[in-house]
């Protein structure tokens, strides 16, 4: 921004909030004798220069900080339909637990006969998620959903290995999450990728034509990226079982089906579970999140290290002795706080609200297809908790999905996820989740028909947006190319 725009006096950066000797807190004088740091550290330590750091009251960064949280979009302001992330509000009620005098005051260090409250929270939220899952076993250690896909495909590996039969390949959907080939390939494995049929589903006979002795198993998110539940799941289970490989399920879209259907019950044997979607902690900003593995019995031994356990007597203990485990994948035992988050979400809602959550997400989806199909086309037909639509049509007056996504910005909604998956032409992948009430459902439809009727008479207006946001259109690929964070004091 130039000196002469006007949001510069109203936002002042803080380091024009700066003034010399300015002070946000004031430190008692010391009980003890000071010494010089050139005492107390080694010349290499010490700066040549003070740094650069701003001088302000506390007030001023209370009131900085406080404006910047205004100019980003967070589930806290507003509608964030992004597609395939379950981006739900997160019940505050989950903060006042998370941040409970005895939760958030432990250290990691303590031994495990101080901290059999948090174990024991630990090992119910486990039990909940298995049975969710319809799993026999869990670890809670992986940081997100990315870590919890290449936990499950280390115990690809684990499993085959100990059978003696490494294998080569795992199979994965075209419309597959981007860290899936990722995951995969990070395991030492092959990608082998298949397409979807007419429905966007996948097809058990070309599954059966792609199996082999070299598999290792099937990634296969259900209901898939398309947000169509895989109707053929137990015939595809039957396949890779018997072709002796494994059915891994990537927990994203489990908003759809939790208290419903169950992914043991379908067949799968590995899943990984978003806490940081499905059962409502923080989402986004860099974490922490939490993506937990459950698995079936046969697959319990190489779990990551250490394993929660109760004894006999009820206590809580952490089991460090499985000599086939993948090893240890987080440091301590997880992201505890968003753990505490996620029990005190299932807590709340017991077993039916469970299945009301997952029931009223696919009826929010079905009314938001039904009102925006007619205008937007549905490729792959609408989908369960999340459909993917097309902006293709809009190509005609010269504008793009991107410039729907930007517009979007200046009706305070959160734009969709947009050009992904990549089997949709310009796609617009929205999931409106189980939390937003019908009347906010009617603003985002309104806004998307609003947007393509503004294309069609005015398409300069549509690809000049955003108007209203503290910035306009960037160049993202430079940004991404070439960060500059650097401040400069002029």
Not at 405 to 421: M, Q, S
């Amino acid at each position: 921004m130039t000196e002469k725009d006007p949001r510069n006096k109203t936002s002042p950066l803080i380091f024009e909030r700066s003034q010399p000797g300015r002070r946000g807190t004031a430190v008692p004088e010391p009980d003890v004798q000071a010494r010089p740091l050139d005492q107390l550290l080694p010349a290499s330590a010490l700066r040549v220069t003070p740094p650069a750091l701003p001088e302000v009251p506390e007030h001023d960064v209370v009131r900085h900080f406080t404006e910047i949280s205004l100019k980003n979009h967070h589930v806290d302001r507003g509608f964030y339909p992004l597609g395939s992330c379950t981006m739900k509000y997160n019940p505050k009620v989950n903060e006042m637990t998370a941040r409970l005098p005895g939760l958030v005051d432990l250290h990691p260090f303590q031994p495990v006969s101080a901290v059999q409250g948090a174990l024991k929270l630990m090992w119910e939220l486990g039990e909940m998620l298995n049975e969710v899952s319809g799993m026999d076993a869990i670890s809670l250690q992986p940081a997100a959903g990315a870590q919890g896909e290449f936990v499950g495909a280390l115990l690809f590996r684990a499993y085959h290995t100990a059978k003696g039969d490494p294998r080569k390949k795992i199979i994965i959907p075209d419309s597959a999450h981007g860290t899936n080939p990722a995951t995969v390939i990070m395991a030492g494995y092959e990608v082998v990728t298949l397409g979807s049929n007419a429905e966007g589903r996948m097809d058990p006979a070309a599954l059966e034509a792609a199996l082999g002795d070299d598999v290792a198993g099937l990634m296969l998110t259900n209901p898939n990226t398309l947000g169509k539940f895989e109707s053929e799941i137990e015939t595809i289970a039957e396949l890779v079982h018997d072709a002796g490989g494994l059915l891994y399920m990537d927990g994203a879209n489990l908003n759809a089906l939790m208290g419903i259907t169950r992914p043991g019950d379908l067949g799968y044997d590995i899943v990984h579970i978003n806490l940081h979607k499905t059962f409502s902690t923080p989402h986004g900003g860099g974490g922490p999140g939490a993506g937990p593995v459950a698995v079936k019995e046969q697959l319990a031994p190489f779990l990551p290290l250490p394993i929660l356990m109760q004894n006999e007597d009820g206590s809580y203990a952490l089991d460090w002795e499985r000599p086939t485990s993948i090893g240890k994948v987080h440091g301590f035992w997880g992201n505890f706080g968003v753990l505490v988050r996620a029990y005190t979400y299932m807590r709340m809602l017991g077993e039916g609200g469970i299945a009301e959550t997952a029931k009223a997400a696919v009826l929010n989806n079905a009314y938001v297809s039904a009102r925006l199909g007619d205008t937007y086309e549905l490729p792959y037909g609408r989908g369960l908790h999340e459909s993917v639509f097309s902006g293709a049509f809009l190509k005609q007056h010269g504008v793009r999905t991107l410039d729907v996504a930007k517009r979007l910005l200046d009706f305070g909604i959160h734009a969709p996820t947009v050009y992904f998956p990549l089997i949709v032409a310009e796609a617009i992948m929205c999931e409106p989740t189980e939390t937003e009430t019908k009347q906010e459902l009617d603003r985002f439809c309104d806004a998307m028909l609003q947007i393509a009727e503004e294309a069609a008479k005015d398409p300069e207006f549509v690809q000049g947006a955003p108007y209203t946001t503290p910035v306009r259109r960037l160049d993202e690929a430079r940004a991404n190319r070439q960060p500059d964070v650097r401040f400069r004091a002029d």
